[in-house]
């Protein structure tokens, strides 16, 4: 089959590189994979970053990518942080005559869909990937696209759920996978001091605000803890550094280690397509404490796996804290079952179920 896949660019972030695993795994099955990304349209604070990112990547200056009708063709171009075996178009806009030709496109739910959705059959049978729903509200375009003639993917269960409940759609469920024989465990946290982990992040809805109060609520009661955090977003402006290990961007390498540093990882986030991080420091055997924040409900469950608290409840949050540094064999336990369940999400079972729904909508 030849596949296209859109992406809003090509770093390091949950939903792309879902894609790009996806793409990269139907590569090596034998079909002929396309991604098609954007640049961003005009430079200001938030995205000067991903420009100077994205022209590093292809080699061309900011002015010629964003060229009207431009599509620049790249085949198997390097990624930093992932071995690309498709090919990666670059267009100013997504006109369906820059797309290439398919026999299945899949966007991803946003902004794209409308477009997406006015192509002609060369351009391949249309899919939309739901890898979240609603972060900041649900949008009219989400809306639209949930109801558009496509067919739905989605990364998680609820996602499943709200758009049978909602808008009557159904949908496959593609669930997220870990790469089990990256994110392992490494090192065991043998410091008198306990680690708390967790994502900063600048976005509201992933909750870090509620995240660091918890903790700070935590180190009232247990005074040997400290806090790692990781990100993509710039250093945060925290007030008690003295206790926080912060990491910028690190290698994905490193990622395993910090994970498995942490006695317990927390994400405070108030809604999720489906937590990775959450998942990755659980094949890393750290203890998980989270938000029931939807994506979870895969895998986090209350008592089993995890300690799960409702979102934006910070005392629940920092008692759950508590309660996993102050009994060891309970964290012990939760993140034994997390790890045993973790393995059980795999990108082969992942890729032969879309796959076959790819297969049997062309027949």
């Given at each position: 089959?030849?596949?296209?896949f859109?992406?809003?660019?090509?770093?390091?972030?949950?939903g792309?590189?879902?894609?790009?695993?996806?793409a990269?795994?139907?590569a090596?099955?034998?079909?002929?994979?396309?991604i098609?990304?954007?640049?961003?349209?005009?430079?200001?604070?938030?995205?000067?970053?991903?420009?100077?990112?994205?022209?590093?990547?292809?080699?061309?200056?900011?002015?010629?990518?964003?060229?009207?009708?431009?599509?620049?063709?790249?085949?198997?171009?390097?990624?930093e942080?992932?071995?690309?075996?498709?090919?990666?178009?670059?267009?100013?806009?997504?006109?369906?005559?820059?797309?290439?030709?398919?026999?299945i496109?899949?966007?991803?739910?946003?902004?794209?869909?409308?477009?997406?959705?006015?192509?002609?059959?060369?351009?391949?049978?249309?899919?939309?990937?739901?890898?979240?729903?609603?972060?900041?509200?649900?949008?009219?375009?989400?809306?639209?696209?949930?109801?558009?003639?496509?067919k739905?993917?989605?990364?998680a269960?609820?996602?499943?759920?709200?758009?049978?409940?909602?808008?009557?759609?159904?949908?496959?469920?593609?669930?997220?996978?870990?790469?089990?024989?990256?994110?392992?465990?490494?090192?065991?946290?043998?410091?008198?001091?306990?680690?708390v982990?967790?994502?900063?992040?600048?976005?509201?809805?992933?909750?870090?605000?509620?995240?660091?109060?918890?903790?700070?609520?935590?180190?009232?009661?247990?005074?040997?803890?400290?806090?790692?955090?990781?990100?993509?977003?710039?250093?945060?402006?925290?007030?008690?550094?003295?206790?926080?290990?912060?990491?910028?961007?690190?290698?994905?390498?490193?990622?395993?280690?910090?994970?498995?540093?942490?006695?317990?990882?927390?994400?405070p986030?108030?809604?999720?397509?489906?937590?990775?991080?959450?998942?990755?420091?659980?094949?890393?055997?750290?203890?998980?404490?989270?938000?029931?924040?939807?994506?979870?409900?895969?895998?986090?469950?209350?008592?089993?796996?995890?300690?799960?608290?409702?979102?934006?409840?910070?005392?629940?949050?920092?008692?759950?804290?508590?309660?996993?540094?102050?009994?060891?064999?309970?964290?012990?336990?939760?993140?034994?079952?997390?790890?045993?369940?973790?393995?059980?999400?795999?990108?082969?079972?992942?890729?032969?179920?879309?796959?076959?729904?790819?297969?049997?909508?062309?027949?």
């Amino acid at each position: 089959m030849r596949i296209t896949f859109l992406s809003p660019h090509l770093n390091l972030a949950g939903g792309v590189k879902n894609i790009l695993t996806f793409a990269k795994l139907l590569a090596e099955r034998g079909h002929k994979i396309n991604i098609v990304t954007q640049p961003p349209g005009k430079l200001n604070r938030t995205n000067l970053k991903l420009a100077l990112s994205y022209t590093q990547q292809t080699g061309f200056s900011l002015s010629r990518i964003i060229a009207k009708g431009v599509r620049l063709a790249t085949p198997s171009m390097p990624i930093e942080w992932l071995e690309n075996k498709a090919s990666i178009y670059h267009v100013s806009n997504l006109e369906e005559s820059l797309m290439p030709d398919a026999d299945i496109i899949v966007c991803t739910g946003g902004s794209d869909g409308p477009i997406v959705n006015t192509y002609g059959p060369g351009k391949g049978r249309k899919f939309v990937f739901f890898q979240g729903f609603g972060a900041n509200g649900v949008t009219r375009e989400e809306k639209a696209v949930a109801q558009m003639p496509f067919k739905k993917l989605v990364v998680a269960s609820w996602i499943k759920k709200l758009l049978h409940d909602r808008f009557g759609e159904d949908s496959t469920l593609v669930r997220c996978s870990i790469d089990t024989n990256f994110f392992y465990p490494t090192t065991c946290n043998h410091e008198k001091i306990r680690t708390v982990g967790m994502l900063y992040h600048t976005a509201p809805w992933k909750g870090v605000t509620d995240g660091i109060k918890a903790f700070q609520i935590a180190r009232q009661h247990i005074s040997k803890i400290k806090l790692v955090m990781f990100g993509c977003v710039g250093k945060p402006l925290l007030r008690f550094t003295r206790y926080c290990d912060f990491y910028y961007n690190p290698p994905q390498e490193f990622l395993r280690d910090i994970y498995s540093s942490c006695d317990v990882w927390v994400c405070p986030s108030r809604t999720e397509g489906f937590g990775m991080t959450s998942a990755e420091a659980m094949a890393c055997k750290s203890c998980l404490v989270t938000t029931d924040n939807g994506g979870s409900r895969d895998f986090a469950f209350h008592n089993k796996t995890a300690l799960v608290s409702p979102p934006q409840n910070v005392n629940q949050l920092a008692d759950n804290i508590i309660l996993a540094l102050q009994n060891k064999s309970l964290r012990k336990r939760l993140a034994s079952n997390g790890y045993d369940l973790i393995q059980t999400f795999t990108w082969e079972a992942a890729t032969d179920i879309l796959e076959k729904t790819f297969t049997e909508a062309l027949h």
